[in-house]
């Protein structure tokens, strides 16, 4: 099992940065790849980024390439999300997810172990 918590949600305005924490905890060895995901109202679920655990390797969704950075600390098992640039339409609920098999999947269906939730608003 492994559990996860996210944090670092909040309102900023347009343009402004926000930086999301995701603390894992529990067999976290057993995790091949961490993401984050998002979900407006309304929408299905999307990939955001998402990182392999033991290389570092990163793999980002196009809307968010050049703005985002996907990031770990081995020593502290969290993944942060370093989100700059927020504009209106990254409003959301971030989710942090854990796999265990290989790779970086964008289907959240892929993910084993999900935590609560953290609210990112984006005002213009």
């Known amino acids: 099992q492994v559990q996860l918590v996210e944090s670092g949600g909040g309102s900023v305005q347009a343009g402004g940065s926000l930086r999301l924490s995701c603390a894992a905890s529990?067999?976290?060895?057993?995790?091949?790849?961490l993401a984050w995901f998002r979900q407006a109202p309304g929408k299905e679920r999307e990939f955001v980024a998402g990182?392999?655990?033991?290389?570092?390797?990163?793999n980002y969704a196009d809307s968010v390439k050049g703005r985002f950075t996907i990031s770990r600390d081995y020593a502290k098992n969290t993944v942060y999300l370093q989100m700059d640039g927020l504009k209106p339409e990254d409003t959301a609920v971030y989710y942090c997810?854990?796999?265990?098999?290989?790779?970086?999947?964008?289907?959240?269906?892929?993910?084993?172990?999900w935590g609560q939730g953290t609210q990112v608003t984006v005002s213009s």
């Open positions: 990182i392999i655990w033991s290389t570092g390797y990163r």
């Open positions: 997810a854990a796999r265990r098999g290989p790779g970086i999947v964008h289907d959240p269906l892929a993910y084993d172990y």
């Open positions: 529990g067999r976290t060895v057993s995790a091949g790849s």
